[in-house]
């Protein structure tokens, strides 16, 4: 089992950062890839991106391509996602997940994803 909690989250203006961190319970999390979504008021959760069990491939939504960066600390058992130039329509839950140690690949969609945390929420100003 993966536990996961989300920090890092609140409320600022557009063109601002914020970087969220998740830390993760158990022994496998050097072998879970790892991901960040987002959940919007009244819309379906959304992939945001996506990194690798050694963090050496990245993936990420065209939406925040160029913005975000998502990065991981094996050492620590956290995975972060930094957010520059903020953005009003990047307002919503973001969630941390992890696959489980048995999938070695990055993933897109929400069911490639076994573990998932209780969310941040992130509210851009404008």
């Known amino acids: 089992q993966v536990q996961l909690v989300e920090s890092g989250g609140g409320l600022v203006q557009a063109g601002g950062s914020l970087r969220l961190s998740c830390a993760a319970s158990?022994?496998?999390?050097?072998?879970?890839?790892m991901g960040w979504f987002r959940q919007a008021p009244g819309k379906e959760r959304e992939f945001v991106a996506a990194i690798s069990r050694s963090g050496g491939n990245t993936y990420y939504a065209d939406s925040v391509k160029g913005r975000f960066t998502i990065s991981r600390d094996n050492a620590k058992n956290t995975v972060y996602l930094q957010m520059n130039s903020l953005k009003p329509e990047d307002t919503a839950v973001y969630y941390c997940?992890?696959?489980?140690?048995?999938?070695?690949?990055?993933?897109?969609?929400?069911?490639?994803?076994?573990?998932w945390g209780q969310g941040t929420q992130v509210t851009v100003s404008s």
């Open positions: 158990g022994r496998t999390f050097s072998r879970n890839a």
């Open positions: 997940a992890a696959r489980s140690a048995r999938w070695e690949g990055l993933a897109r969609t929400l069911y490639e994803y076994d573990y």
